[in-house]
């Protein structure tokens, strides 16, 4: 039967272990329900409610039914919990009284009694109900209650629950199935109940016993085992949570005590760890439990290793059971450091090795303890977790174990492992045995831990692994492949800058490359060590040396071994004089290079060559430096570089600096500002640090330079140069014989047969060598030049490449407009040369000749000369006049300037030069200092001239003798109306001038007048007087008609009141006989009778001061004769009282249709002409002849075009000023206000 | 007791390192160039779980027999680095968690610093003093 089997088992601790439930009473009963009973008691889950606050579970029970024995039932002082009987049962199906009564009770008496000795209330009695026995003894048959109800009374004092009946309990039917889940539940309920009040008791035994740990005698191994019971027990219940928490609080607990230790508390139980270790063999994790060392421990002989192993192994198994793998490899990790830790701590006795080798195990072991747990796509997936456990393994598997005997500790293997061909213990034991075997577990291991490492991305710690797998084959004599994991490694600390890990590096991998005689990569390396500050200054020099040394080694002489620059000094600045980097040919260029040292001695160079791109310079910006400039020292370029190979990360991150500009966005069409920006101008520098690891200026010794120095190219040499560590300044003489751009290239030092090549200078360094042509400038003294009077201006020459002998002269063609004042003494000054030379000039008709001094090449000639620009008249000159050289002379143009109110001239010079078969142009602005009006004024038939002259240049004049003449009229007499002979003429002021004209028989109808005057600036004394002459013509000047104008108030009234309509009379009056020329104007139809003439007249008001009532315009037709006279009314209204100005009359020359197109002057050609009547002007004409111009085309509806096609339409023509006078005009009128005026209009303003 | 403290920039160069004691340097810059494997792993994963809130403190990175490394990254991916000897047992969690916000405000003033190009190596002599101060304090 089941039941005794598991009696006869002894308990082993195992997960098969369940709860222990007694059974006592009816065996056969309990036989026939036992299999529904296992099954169905873990079927529901149950709710446990713990204590000290921890959170409620759902539990599945299960229990492992066993048959009741006294012996079974603990006794006093037995801790043991698994063995725990937690439940009582007692089985009965008894429904006779008088059986009940005869056996029944008295066999739970003295079960009941049993139970009570040992303390045990966690009881129950099932009554097991069946209607077969009903039927069987039918006369003893009592109630089925009574028989419980007997026993309730006889045994469940006030506990009624702890009697429970079961019906039917093999029937299908619903009754059965209720009274079974009934059962379940009540079983269930107990079952906790009793779980939670023994586990309570026993968890306050365990606390009480952890307060005592102080007291002396207390044993840490007594309390493991203590606690260890309910860790198994909570196992037992599949509570691995709370299981892992018991081992964890032991294994916190002896952390404590070690630290404990450490600090100097000791605890006389931890001497029992202290002892030597002697076994090495592991972690061992294929047991659930290690009963092995956890006899040991409670024996209290248990070492610190194997209390540690013990503890991680039951830590293991729970872990594993609650699907936490990875939490396994980690405090694996933790574990095996702490171990360390803790022996270093306890100072206990360990062979040397021995600790390497348990750790190796152990890695093994609980790696091999994972793989059997998970999958391989699982394990794969989670190498981060594994892999630190590999490189623990592969770090303490050193060839250093094979010098000490350490199988001694490993013992045995164990039985587990003894059939499996690959364990742990069989690994180390065959590494042990022999080198070899050593060497290929020892690769395999450092293959497989960097091989994960790269595979999670790890490739710092997959470098590291190679590295010490470097040191490995350097120790096995195979330099080849440890360069290998060297360089890898070493890449990755130089692109990260880490000084000392490159140092470190890079001296194995000089010795690597030594062993391999890899000479460039050798002495490459060792010119890199050579200047690494983290060496000592003797490793420094014995590296040093083996680049100074290399020579003698070295058979093949034509043999020159080429390395980086950067390794051996750095060009740190680099200078030009002069400054500007740019000299004519042939000048002295001389290029200062500081270059640091790297090397800690003195180094002798033999030579030091720049070598040197030349360009020949096609455009023509001669003379202008163009890169250096823009560097805040001109002449100076700084080379912004990493300081050495490991650079410093300020410039190994940042690089460059930003080179930044403002860029403005500008409209095209008004140019005005659309955006404004900062750019960068070097991105493409700046960009491609992100993209490659290694920058490329970082000198990096796995590339040497494969660019070298063209033979026979332009360079900078010197030879024999010392270099000091440090920093060295080193200048060169630049070539500058062909005029181009130079651009420094390279640099290469030779040291013996070393050459350290520096193959790109950047930023680029360029010179200038130009070669520049001789230039003559001019340019005025004073600003502005003044046209009229004596100006100077100051020749410059460059001589450029032209050597000016004794005897060159400049030929300077002479003009009218712009003679050459000779002057006494003239000097030239020459720049560079200190001292003056006189000029001698020599003035021919024709041309003027200035002799110069000798002036060497690049130098500079100055003189200054006299001119006087003569101002035009205004008179037309000889159109085209040649020069001497045959250049047709412009006539200088004159314009107005739009910066200055004065009117400009552009003089022209022309200039022969010796050093070219071309004349030299030059040109020269004077103003005119004077604008010139004039104007012709009438009264009635006298007419008078005014000229107005206007000081337009900031000097202040004087003015003497004005004169005007007519040219072609000797009759004519002007006589003048002006009473100063000298007046001042202030700048910006006007002076006018009056003159009558007086006429004997007839007046010209053109007048051809000139004025003349004489001025000289205030401050000079009258023998400086320059003449200024005006001339100018005047046309149709004879008055032709006068007009007047009445008005009269209406009838019988005296005055005018506003708002009355009043007469105007007109009277116009032709005063002379027609002139010939009139006649020719007019129409050539009218031939017979009295020559007439139509005449347009206008009364307009443009003020608004009078209504004109009815026709405002009219046409007249005069009689050609003089004293004709034509008279017109017209009704007019004044609107306003007051002295009001009569209202406008305008006479016009109608002109018919068929009448031929009159030519009239053209006033665009003398824009200074402006010929204005000043009597004739009206008031609201305040404008100009165009105003006037224009108003007549409005009246000759669209004039203008008229004319082009032939005048087909009547025209209006008006006429020059003075023809017409008007001798109403400025008249005014008294208009007296209307007799109604209640209403007054009052306007304010 | 032996630490040493780093500061990085987000390339991974360092910009400050110091220990003590200077004897077994080398090997510390290896400890200490390795950790940053899992800095960045950490940094990543982390990235990727909660986006811009996240903790600074990276906690212990790196397990060795000898030491301890912790680590601590700022919002602007400044790596920090403490390495603690393995037997010293008297720095916690929380103590290397104050020193790291220590650090990172002294951090924070030398960036400050309009003279100090962001990238050099800091120089700081109150960082400097700072560091000693917390090497004193937990020797």
């Not at chain 1, 740190?572 to 042939?586: D, K, N, R």
């Not at chain 1, 940042?654 to 920006?677: V, Y």
């Not at chain 1, 002379?1072 to 006649?1079: D, F, L, S, V, W």
């Not at chain 1, 209202?1143 to 402006?1170: F, G, M, R, W």
Request: net charge negative; glycine share 4%; aromatic share 8%.
């Amino acid at each position: 039967i089941h039941m005794a089997c598991q009696e006869e088992k002894p308990i082993i601790y195992t997960m098969e272990n369940k709860p222990i439930v007694t059974c006592a009473g009816d065996q056969g009963l309990f036989t026939s329900l036992y299999t529904s009973l296992a099954q169905q008691l873990p079927r529901e889950p149950m709710e446990w409610r713990r204590t000290y606050g921890r959170a409620p579970k759902m539990i599945h029970l299960e229990a492992n039914f066993v048959q009741f024995k006294e012996e079974l039932l603990p006794k006093e002082g037995n801790k043991a919990l698994l063995t725990f009987p937690f439940l009582h049962i007692y089985w009965t199906d008894c429904c006779d009284t008088e059986m009940y009564k005869s056996s029944v009770k008295e066999d739970m008496i003295r079960w009941q009694n049993s139970l009570r000795t040992h303390g045990s209330t966690d009881w129950v009695i099932i009554v097991v109900e069946t209607n077969d026995t009903k039927k069987k003894n039918k006369t003893n048959i009592l109630p089925r209650s009574s028989i419980v109800d007997k026993i309730r009374s006889d045994f469940c004092n006030k506990q009624s629950d702890r009697c429970v009946v079961l019906s039917d309990p093999l029937k299908d039917s619903s009754r059965s199935q209720e009274s079974w889940n009934s059962l379940l539940l009540k079983l269930r309920t107990l079952l906790l109940m009793s779980f939670t009040k023994n586990l309570g008791r026993f968890e306050d035994e365990m606390r009480t016993l952890r307060e005592k740990r102080t007291q002396p005698g207390w044993s840490f191994c007594e309390y493991f085992m203590v606690q260890e019971e309910l860790a198994f027990v909570f196992e037992m219940l599949q509570q691995f949570e709370d299981a892992l928490v018991q081992y964890d609080e032991l294994d916190a607990l002896f952390t404590q005590y070690v630290l404990n230790f450490g600090a100097g508390d000791t605890a006389n139980w931890l001497g029992s760890f202290c002892a030597p270790v002697r076994n090495w063999s592991g972690l061992l994790l294929r047991r659930p439990i290690d009963m092995e060392k956890r006899d040991g421990i409670q024996r209290g002989e248990a070492s610190l290793l194997d209390l540690r192993s013990y503890l991680f192994s039951r830590q293991c198994t729970l872990l594993i059971f609650l699907q936490r793998p990875w939490e396994v490899t980690q405090r694996a990790l933790e574990l095996l450091h702490n171990c360390v830790q803790e022996l270093r701590l306890l100072e206990v006795q360990v062979l040397e090795g021995a600790l390497d080798c348990w750790v190796f195990l152990s890695c093994l072991e609980v790696l091999h303890r994972i793989e059997g747990c998970c999958d391989p796509a699982q394990l794969a997936a989670n190498c981060s977790h594994t892999v630190g456990l590999w490189a623990y393994a592969t770090d303490k598997l050193s060839l250093r174990l094979l010098t000490v005997d350490l199988l001694a500790g490993l013992g045995d293997e164990r039985p587990e492992t003894v059939n499996s061909l690959q364990s742990p213990y069989k690994k180390l034991k065959e590494a042990l045995s022999s080198v070899e075997a050593f060497e290929r577990h020892y690769l395999e291991l450092s293959h497989a831990a960097m091989e994960m490492y790269r595979a999670i991305g790890r490739l710092r710690s997959a470098r590291l692994v190679g590295k010490s797998l470097a040191e490995f084959y350097m120790r096995k004599g195979d330099p080849e492949r440890a360069e290998t994991f060297l360089q890898e490694a070493l890449k990755s600390y130089v692109s990260e800058g880490w000084s000392l890990p490159v140092t470190h590096t890079r001296r194995q991998i000089a010795e690597c490359q030594k062993l391999l005689d890899k000479t460039e990569a050798y002495l490459q390396t060792s010119a890199l060590l050579a200047g690494d500050v983290n060496l000592t200054t003797e490793e420094r020099k014995h590296f040093c040396q083996e680049i100074l040394s290399f020579p003698g080694k070295s058979g093949d002489k034509s043999h020159k071994v080429t390395l980086s620059m950067g390794v051996f000094a750095q060009l740190t600045q680099l200078q030009f004089h002069p400054a500007t980097a740019s000299v004519h040919s042939g000048a002295v260029l001389q290029v200062e290079l500081t270059l640091r040292c790297l090397m800690p001695v003195s180094v002798r160079i033999q030579q030091l060559v720049a070598s040197i791109h030349f360009d020949v310079d096609h455009g023509g910006t001669h003379g202008r430096p163009k890169g250096a400039q823009k560097q805040p020292h001109p002449g100076t370029v700084v080379f912004n570089q990493s300081n050495s190979s490991v650079g410093p990360p300020s410039s190994a991150v940042t690089g460059p600096s930003l080179e930044l500009d403002e860029i403005q966005d500008r409209s095209p069409s008004d140019n005005s500002l659309n955006s404004t920006g900062v750019i960068c101008k070097n991105t493409h520098l700046l960009m491609r640090r992100h993209d490659s690891n290694s920058p490329p200026d970082t000198p990096n010794c796995i590339s040497p330079p494969t660019v070298a120095i063209k033979e026979g190219a332009q360079m900078l040499k010197v030879q024999d140069v010392i270099l000091e560590p440090g920093n060295n300044s080193i200048t060169f003489t630049a070539p500058s014989g062909q005029p181009g751009t130079y651009t420094l290239r390279q640099l290469c030092a030779t040291v013996g047969e070393v050459q350290f090549i520096l193959p790109h200078i950047y930023p680029s360094v360029q010179y200038e060598v130009y070669s520049q042509e001789p230039q003559l400038t001019v340019e005025p003294l004073s600003e502005p030049l003044l046209a009229g009077l004596p100006q100077k201006v100051k020749f410059t020459l460059l001589t450029g490449h032209y050597t000016v002998k004794k005897g060159d002269a400049l030929q300077l063609s002479n003009t009218e407009t712009m003679p050459i004042l000779p002057s006494t003494s003239c000097t030239a000054q020459i720049s560079k040369l200190v001292g003056e030379s006189t000029l001698s000039i020599q003035s021919s008709e024709k041309v003027t000749s200035i002799s110069l001094p000798p002036a060497p090449p690049y130098h500079t000639l100055e003189f200054q000369l006299e001119v006087l620009c003569i101002i035009p008249s205004g008179a037309d000159r000889p159109a085209n006049e040649r020069l001497t050289n045959g250049e047709v002379r412009h006539r200088p143009r004159s314009y107005s300037h739009p910066d200055t109110p004065m009117t400009a001239i552009d003089q022209r010079m022309s200039i022969d030069c010796p050093w070219s078969i071309y004349s030299t142009l030059l040109a020269l602005t004077f103003y005119i200092p004077f604008k010139t009006k004039h104007s012709l004024l009438s009264a009635g038939n006298r007419k008078y001239i005014q000229v107005c002259v206007q000081n337009v240049s900031d000097v202040n004049f004087t003015l003497a003798e004005v004169k005007l003449i007519e040219k072609q009229h000797a009759s004519l007499e002007l006589q003048s109306l002006n009473t100063k002979t000298q007046q001042l003429l202030c700048c910006k002021h006007s002076v006018f001038c009056l003159w009558e004209v007086r006429w004997k028989d007839d007046l010209p109808s053109c007048l051809q007048c000139v004025f003349s005057a004489n001025f000289c600036p205030l401050s000079q004394d009258t023998s400086a007087y320059k003449p200024f002459h005006y001339q100018f013509q005047l046309e149709r000047v004879t008055t032709l008609y006068s007009v007047r104008a009445e008005i009269s108030p209406p009838a019988g009234e005296q005055y005018c009141r506003s708002g009355v309509l009043c007469g105007l009379e007109m009277c116009i009056t032709r005063l002379t006989e027609p002139a010939e020329g009139e006649i020719a104007e007019e129409s050539k139809t009218d031939t017979d009778g009295p020559k007439t003439t139509k005449l347009m007249y206008e009364v307009a008001d443009s003020s608004s001061n009078w209504a004109v009532c009815g026709k405002s315009s009219g046409m007249v037709v005069m009689p050609m004769t003089a004293s004709a006279t034509h008279r017109v009314q017209i009704e007019v209204m004044p609107l306003f009282a007051g002295h009001l100005p009569f209202p406008k009359i305008k006479v016009l020359k109608y002109l018919p249709h068929t009448a031929a197109v009159a030519i009239q002057p053209d006033t665009d050609s003398c824009v200074e002409n402006d010929s204005l009547s000043l009597l004739d002007k009206t008031l609201d004409d305040q404008g100009d002849t165009a105003s006037i111009r224009s108003r007549g085309s409005i009246h000759s509806v669209g004039s203008g075009d008229q004319q082009q096609k032939g005048a087909a339409m009547p025209r209006l023509e008006p006429f020059s000023p003075g023809q017409v006078f008007n001798h109403s005009h400025a008249r005014q009128v008294l208009v007296l206000p209307a007799t109604d005026d209640h209403i007054m209009e009052v306007n304010a303003t | 007791l032996v630490y040493i403290f780093n500061v990085f920039f987000s390339q991974n160069y360092p910009l400050y390192i110091r220990s003590v004691p200077t004897q077994n340097e080398l090997k510390f810059h290896y400890t200490v160039h390795t950790s940053l494997d899992v800095v960045e792993e950490k940094i990543s994963a982390v990235g990727k779980a909660l986006g811009d809130q996240r903790e600074l403190y990276l906690g212990l990175l790196y397990p060795t027999e000898d030491y301890k490394v912790y680590g601590y990254v700022t919002n602007s991916k400044v790596k920090f680095v403490i390495v603690v000897d393995s037997s010293n047992t008297s720095l916690r969690d929380n103590e290397i968690r104050s020193m790291f916000r220590k650090l990172h405000n002294s951090f924070t003033d030398v960036m400050c610093n309009p003279f100090h190009n962001p990238g050099d190596t800091i120089q700081s002599k109150t960082f400097d003093g700072i560091v000693s101060g917390m090497m004193v304090q937990t020797a």
